[in-house]
């Protein structure tokens, strides 16, 4: 297999693009999915602004530099990577802040209902900030498994709030066909594409979304804690009242006045000052993704979990897949279910090969195809069958938990 994977890289057409990421020598990263790679032009970025616009322009920098623009700006450069228009996307804060954005200007938007449907097992954040809006009177949460999600779209239900490719099984709702049945049910829809932006095709528009929030720090690369993204579709512009009122967010900042006016369209979505060493960070992230392209990425995506899974087959190795086995139906990621899938993942580790472990029992490998090489599934899958057969995992070292796993 390994030959084979060799010659599958020698014709693989965006194998140079490695060279544009540091990828640490006797590593695997198959954890781009929550932590994505440095770009290597991302530090000479940071260094121009630091010496140049903020050490040399100081305080001139917010106009000589744009960085008052910077969040519209990368805003319109994330917005085709997901199917959007470049006036409908803004790069600000986190996807928590975002939720809560926009959760609440949802509710607002449907008077007499408060129901905000999910499903259980969402990323936490996610039902987190309805629980939070709940607590204030705000919300009702409603959470429904995905065979009974339309039944569940009733007149009380004001938004429903789903995560386009599952955190922890990679599995893909159909975000048309949701869409659809939530607009019948007269109910708004905000999808989380946190697990999807930058890794598969999003097209929101075409999908006729409502609201979508993403982040920036795992398959757009824009280092730890970059700063996330939201979306709201043209037609909701006029009707979107968030609850974070910041200065940034008002139509006239400079003004200062008393009262607060929103910013037309989605620059009223801004809240506080952009932190802009880390929106310089995401935005060569984000060049560099919309260069190579979201579709070319997914292709390879798809070839390279195949890949993997053919030589898991090829060592014997027979681990529960829970992820979708069609690749069409999952994210940019492998998930398998074992009973100490938390040691595995340890022991892989120690290896070099760098995946993450989901509680309680989840071993997940992702795929960030700009920097991966069909050698490493190849070598991937020695290491975690050599793990398996020699029980290296039971090693006391490797099933002691960490605080973060």
Known sequence: MLERARELDANDPLAAYRDRFEVPDGVIYLDGNSLGCLPKATPQRLQQVIRGEWGEGLIRSWNDADWIGLPQRIGGKIA?????????????????????????????????????????????????????????????????????????????????????????????????????????????VLWDLSHSGGALPVDLNACDADFAVGCGYKYLNGGPGAPAYAFVAERHHDAVQQPLSGWMGHARPFEFTDDYAPAPGVDRLLCGTAPILAMAALE???????????????????????????????RGVDLDLVSPSDPASRGSQLSYRHPEAYALSQALIARGVIGDFRDPDILRLGFAPAYLRFEDMAEAARHLAEVLETGEWQRDEFRKRSAVT
């Open 80 to 188: 085709p990577l997901i199917g959007a228009a470049p006036h409908e996307v803004i790069a600000a804060d986190s996807v928590s802040v975002n939720l809560f954005k926009l959760i609440s200007a949802a509710l607002a938007m449907k008077p007499g209902r408060k129901g905000v449907l999910s499903e259980p097992g969402n990323f936490p954040t996610d039902l987190y900030m309805i629980e939070g809006l709940e607590k204030q009177g705000l919300a009702e949460q409603r959470l429904a498994d995905r065979a009974s999600m339309e039944a569940a779209l009733d007149k009380d239900v004001a938004l429903l709030l789903l995560t386009h490719a599952h955190y922890k099984t990679g599995e893909v709702f159909d975000m048309a066909a949701l869409t659809r049945a939530a607009h019948e049910a007269g109910a708004l």
């Open 284 to 314: 060569v992230g984000v060049d560099l993704i919309a260069e190579i392209g979201v579709e070319r990425l997914y292709a390879k995506s798809q070839a390279l979990s195949e890949f993997l899974r053919e030589c898991l087959d090829d």
